[in-house]
């Protein structure tokens, strides 16, 4: 029995004491006759919080604690090591969630807020009264990762920890590496094309630390941080050798299809290559019709009856790397559908092909403007994908140069950071800017060659321009990818609908599940620069587990007691891990547990007919403790 | 009668989606009390029924559904199990089998949460307070 009890009510600045009387609740539970110290504090989290309970430890002798401040997914480990460094052992700490669950959901009722802070803190107090000290689990770990998506993000990411040594596996969903970025015309700040950009990463990709699998998707994932056993599908490329006739046998391919790497605006052969890597075309076996042709120009380099091939891996962490998509206007917003009517990643690609002159369906382009914000902001996606601004200025300033006017209609700029220049280069160079109003949005009509965009402008204090132009350029956001990953791994998502981070300031490329971290625009919008920070920054976390050689397992894991066990055996079958067996101890039989399968959910303890497992930092007694607490009168 | 209280057993899962109910200032009654475990598998049918004689008058068992971390689709049916059991000592007891609530709620099911608590609320004062 714990009986020297500190506990610690927080302010958080006012999120928990504009409702909760904290210093109520800290004289109520200070009643309690194992609590010897009860404070408030305005952030418990911050360093002085956090030294107030390691002075406190040493001052009274304490052997057990609780904060009571926001929920323990945010900070359990924070103070934690607080308890830690104040000499005691971490897991006779308990942190009561009174600002997620009381100040924020009841800050209409502070009263009753108030009563209902002061019942959990003391259930949190009858918890740790009982807390047992517990130890880590220590698990080896191979430096081995998988990264998933390679684009930017899976690049960057791949290539950081093959440099630490690290043995990656990465894996693409497409037969070529280099995602959205291989497609950018002028990638900003230094304006060199994306294909460009990713050139340098495609020669560190070839260092032999990184095993790189392309039109590849994971079918399956088990298993645990330390610990995972990946089940990959590579579907075939068809081209399985060398030839130095792959132009030819391009040029001879009968079947022409919408080409997905430049957004559609031109055709593709069924046996294609986009400028990244691998350096090898791949055959679309869905277009294809299977005529030969190409067979006849490149023999053995190609081999129609590839067939798909299914590779297990084996990895101790996983940096997920699968990216956005652009957001698909709706048919007929904006005039989306109709001739001349593109969106952004469309017009960047029209810049690539252009050839000194920008033309489209034919046609000389020489006025095109540009509408914002388009499927952001509104109802559907609340948030701003940042990047967008920068990047139609850039591609207009790009366009300039080949003799483009541009007509910017915009609700808000963002070219945050380093690129407020180019919002400056766009005035100086006569680009002209008309601001809209949600609730009055441009119209697009169409009027023979010419395409009318009908704008109320703010700037000019309301009056109706109409601007004819060539080309209209709807610039829309980012949303994630599509990928099966997600629900595999179950990841949490975030409310932008990204995946999400543990904490966006403390843990920004972790998830919530242990060894899965996230890099660039999976997580949220980013622009090349944020990204690329981001994948190295995500690769840095996941080298401090992987070159340590271990990693430590939280200690909740079931807990058997040889003395109470009957040898039912029903805990064996229930355990969903194959962590329980049996075994001869002292002449009996009984259950032992292998800490290491473990994964503490503690099916075992539930099925127990006598209440021989517990399951650690959740004991039965605690909890019946806490019930008690929580009625107290 | 005064408020029913109600005890919420909440699996990882559940746990983040109360914390996501505080992150988006919702409302649920004020008498409801989150107890986080990590999976509810591991609750013997013997401590819901303690909960009721200690005189909780409604336990929502909030697993996390088939997004269990621990055990995935089949949390349902080890979940389910428990509840099984848990409604058979209750019959026993003559405690209504309405008091006790068992739903998957997972990381982002906030409108779930919050708006099974508030019918169970409903439902309870209407039962009046548990027999103990």
Known sequence: MRDRIGVYICHCGGNISDVVDVERVAEAVGKIPEVVVARTYVFMCSDPGQ???????RKYDLNGIVVASCSPHLHEKTFRSAVSRGGMNPYVYEQ???REHVSWVHKHSPEEATEKAIRLVKAGVAKVSLARELSEIRLDVKPTALVIGAGLAGMRAAVDLAKMGVDVHLVEKEHFVGGWIAKGYKAYPEGKPGSEVIRELIEEMKSGKIRLLTGAEVLSVTGSVGNFQVRIKVRPRFVVGECDRFEEAMEKCPVEVDDEFNEGLRKRKAIYQIPTYPELPAIDIASCNRCGECVKVCGEAIDLNQQSEVVDIEASMIIMATGFKPYTPKEGE??????????LPQFERLLALSNGKLTYDGREVRDVAFIYCVGSRNDEHEYCSRYCCTATINAALAAKELGIRSYHIYRDIRTYGKYETYYEDAGKNRMLFFRFTPDSPPEVRTEGEKLLVKVRDQLTFGEEVEIPVDLVVLVTGMELAESEIYGMLKIPFSRDGFLQEVHPKLRPVETAIGGVLIAGT??????????????????AKAATYLLKGYTELEP???EIDAEKCNACEDCVAECPSGAISMSEIGGSKVAVVNGALCRGCGACAGICPVEAINLRGYYYDQLRKMIDALLEV | MPEPKILIFAAEMAYRAADQAGLMKAWYPVATYIVRIPCTSMLRPELIIYAFEKGFDGVFVASSGPDCPFLGESCVGKTSQRIEKAYELMKGRGIEPERLLMSGVCSTCVETLVGKTKEFKETLSRLGPVKR
Do not use: W
């Open chain 1, 51 to 57: 030294k107030l309970i390691e002075e406190d430890i």
């Open chain 1, 96 to 98: 009561v969630n009174i």
């Open chain 1, 334 to 343: 904006f005039g989306f559908g109709r001739k001349g009517i593109i969106t």
């Open chain 1, 556 to 558: 909740f894991i079931a």
């Open chain 1, 522 to 539: 999976c997580q949220s919008p980013k622009d090349v620069m944020e990204t690329s920070a981001s994948a190295s920054a995500a690769a």
